[in-house]
């Protein structure tokens, strides 16, 4: 049974930083390209980054230069270091597969960047 499990929320003024964690188990972490989502209150959720298996990554307009994704494939872990945040950064973030499958959402962390 596929699992992913995001960590590494929490309340930030902005200009913080924070670093999102999400570990994937349940099937080969490897192989796949990975991406994170989020999800404002009120709006649908959407893409803010992705990685392949390869580590070439691409990201939203609203988060480039300020967000990096990485992964370590030993670790089965994909990441998202935050920076410079906004508080329109503020949302509920969700790791998935790129393109997402609907099957594999996790629980997500939450994003507060108080102004």
């Known amino acids: 049974q596929v699992q992913l499990v995001e960590s590494g929320g929490g309340l930030v003024q902005s200009g913080g930083s924070l670093r999102l964690s999400c570990t994937f188990s349940?099937?080969?972490?490897?192989?796949?390209?990975m991406g994170w989502y989020r999800q404002a209150p009120g709006k649908e959720r959407e893409w803010v980054a992705s990685i392949t298996r390869d580590g070439g990554t691409n990201y939203a307009n609203s988060v480039k230069g300020r967000f990096t994704i990485s992964r370590d494939n030993a670790k089965n872990t994909v990441y998202l270091q935050m920076n410079s945040l906004k508080p329109e950064d503020t949302a509920a973030y969700y790791c998935?597969?790129?393109?997402?499958?609907?099957?594999?959402w996790g629980q997500g962390t939450q994003v507060t960047v108080s102004s």
């Open positions: 349940g099937t080969i972490f490897g192989a796949y390209d």
């Open positions: 998935n597969r790129f393109p997402y499958r609907s099957a594999y």
